[in-house]
Every structure is written in C-alpha cells, then in structure tokens.
T-cell receptor
Framework: GNSVTQMEGPVTLSEEAFLTINCTYTATGYPSLFWYVQYPGEGLQLLLKATKADDKGSNKGFEATYRKETTSFHLEKGSVQVSDSAVYFCALSDGGGGSNYKLTFGKGTLLTVNP | DSGVTQTPKHLITATGQRVTLRCSPRSGDLSVYWYQQSLDQGLQFLIQYYNGEERAKGNILERFSAQQFPDLHSELNLSSLELGDSALYFC????????????????FGPGTRLTVL
C-alpha cells in the first residue's frame, strides 16, 4: 500500500534560518504530492502541491520538488519566520483509478521558530 | 477559512455513548472525506463519500458509520465509544471527477475534538 515517511521532529530553528523537512513516499502509479500545515488549534491548510514528476510546488516562500527517481518531496524555505511555527504534513493521493482520492499522510513534523 | 464547516467544535462524552459529528462541504464539492487524528496513530483516513455514495473505506471501526445526504452534508456516527476514540476528527471536501486528473486538493474543516471520559 501507499506510505509516506517524513522527518521526525521536533525541529527548532532561529528566525531567518534555512528549513528542510524531508519526505519520501511509496506508491503505485503516479501520485499527486502535497504539503499541509496545521497551526496550533486549527485544521489543516494546503501549503503546496505537485501533480507530476519534476513539478515544483511553491507558496509563501516554501518550495518542494516532485522527484520520481528518489520518490521524494522535500519541503524547503530559505528564511523561516516565527509565524511559520506549526506542524507540517507530507501527503500523497494516488487517484485510485477512479474517484477515490484519499490522502495518505506522514506523521507530521513540528517546527518551532524562535525569534 | 476553507469553506468546510464542522460541528460541534468540541464534544465531551462518556464511554458507551453515541455521538454524531456533522460536516458541510465547500459549495460545489461532491466528495467528503473523514479523517481521525490521534497522538498514537497520526492522521488516518476513515471513509469517503462521493455524491451520496460510499466510495472508499479506510481504517474505520465497525462501531463507526457515516452517510452523505442529498444536500451533500455528511455525518459521522460513533457508537459504543471507548477511551481510545478520543481524537480530533476532520472532514475534508474536494471536487473529484473524471476530469480532475488526480489533482485531489482537499479542503479541511476545523475539526471536532472528541473527548471520551
């Protein structure tokens, strides 16, 4: 079955530091890949997505590139802010060949950014 | 605001009881998904409905059931509750169709926090 493995946290950084959160996946076929973010006390928000190999998703300074050869979708940001403190989830959706597009999530990585 | 609403926000109940969680999808979205988030299991897919029909089941217990109504809102029913059912339950919706090409962008509601005492 499908699975997502992401870097275990927690990750603590100083403001303006560089962020990388690793994510690798196992899936049959050609999944779509996502990063979701969960701020304290809130639901999940889609941060960025990529739907085919070599696509780069980007939003709010975050980027991730769909690497089929390494089955990876690592999240990066060049300069983190205190407001980026949240839990980040890597996820995939394999389409299921029909209308079943359930998401398979990684365990989440807690990021804390200190001023 | 994702456009997905869930009620109630918090629910506290006792073991053995039954509760109903409600979800209204974004306008125009035909698919509704339910997920459970717990500390030990992480985020787990429970069940999906598409335009009123059950489309996929994940790690959903037999004590749990769901349905999607003609107006597309969905309810998740949890019965014979146990302490281990305490979790955050999220509903998500998406526009899913043959032409979507697998671009399943799901929009999540704020969740219902269930506490079983």
């Amino acid at each position: 079955g499908n699975s997502v493995t992401q870097m275990e946290g927690p990750v603590t950084l100083s403001e303006e530091a560089f962020l990388t959160i690793n994510c690798t996946y196992t899936a049959t076929g050609y999944p779509s890949l996502f990063w979701y973010v969960q701020y304290p006390g809130e639901g999940l928000q889609l941060l960025l997505k990529a739907t085919k190999a070599d696509d780069k998703g980007s939003n709010k300074g975050f980027e991730a590139t769909y690497r089929k050869e390494t089955t990876s979708f690592h999240l990066e940001k060049g300069s983190v802010q205190v407001s980026d403190s949240a839990v980040y989830f890597c996820a995939l959706s394999d389409g299921g060949g029909g209308s079943n597009y359930k998401l398979t999530f990684g365990k989440g990585t807690l990021l804390t950014v200190n001023p | 605001d994702s456009g997905v609403t869930q009620t109630p926000k918090h629910l506290i109940t006792a073991t053995g009881q039954r509760v109903t969680l409600r979800c209204s999808p974004r306008s125009g979205d035909l698919s509704v998904y339910w997920y459970q988030q717990s500390l030990d299991q992480g985020l787990q897919f429970l069940i999906q409905y598409y335009n009123g029909e059950e489309r996929a089941k994940g790690n959903i217990l037999e004590r749990f059931s769901a349905q999607q109504f003609p107006d597309l809102h969905s309810e998740l029913n949890l019965s014979s509750l146990e302490l281990g059912d305490s979790a955050l339950y999220f509903c998500a919706s998406s526009q899913v169709g043959v032409t979507s090409g697998g671009h399943n962008e799901q929009f999540f509601g704020p969740g219902t926090r269930l506490t079983v005492l």
